[in-house]
């Protein structure tokens, strides 16, 4: 984990420093920086959504390497939670990145035809 404080040259939210923290995750790095006056429930979704930027490519390189990525094999590559696993996977589905098929979520095919 690298923590970080950067000068800002024009004051911002009420501060002239940016102080937050870059951590290497299993699929890479990650940051995270919220702002000082934040409850910690929305700390918690900025950690959430940092690890997430982190875990997706696990995702990508699983589905690509076994054709399939089921939630507790996430859980054991990312390191987390099965509720933030099964968070992560839904949000992947929603975005149309992967599909479930059975107890497992697969990448959703791309079309190759040109678009006209």
């Known amino acids: 984990m690298i923590t970080y404080s950067i000068g800002l040259k ?3 939210r009420g501060i002239t420093v940016r102080e937050g923290m ?7 790095w990650a940051e995270w920086s919220p ?5 910690d429930a929305t700390c918690v979704s900025w950690l959430r959504a940092a690890r ?9 390189q ?3 390497a076994s054709g399939q990525i089921t939630l507790a ?5 990312a390191g987390c ?3 933030d696993a099964q968070l ?3 949000r992947l589905d929603a975005d149309g990145v992967t599909r479930r098929l059975g107890e497992a979520r697969v990448l959703r095919r791309r079309s190759s035809a040109p678009a006209s």
Not at 35 to 39: E, I, Q, T
Not at 73 to 77: A, F, P, S, V, Y
């Open 10 to 12: 024009n004051k911002f």
């Open 22 to 28: 870059l951590y290497e995750g299993p699929a890479g």
């Open 35 to 39: 702002f000082l006056d934040y409850d």
């Open 52 to 60: 997430e930027a982190g875990s997706r490519t696990l995702v990508l």
């Open 62 to 64: 699983e589905c690509t």
């Open 73 to 77: 094999r996430l859980r054991d590559l």
């Open 81 to 83: 939670g099965r509720r």
């Open 88 to 90: 992560l996977l839904e």
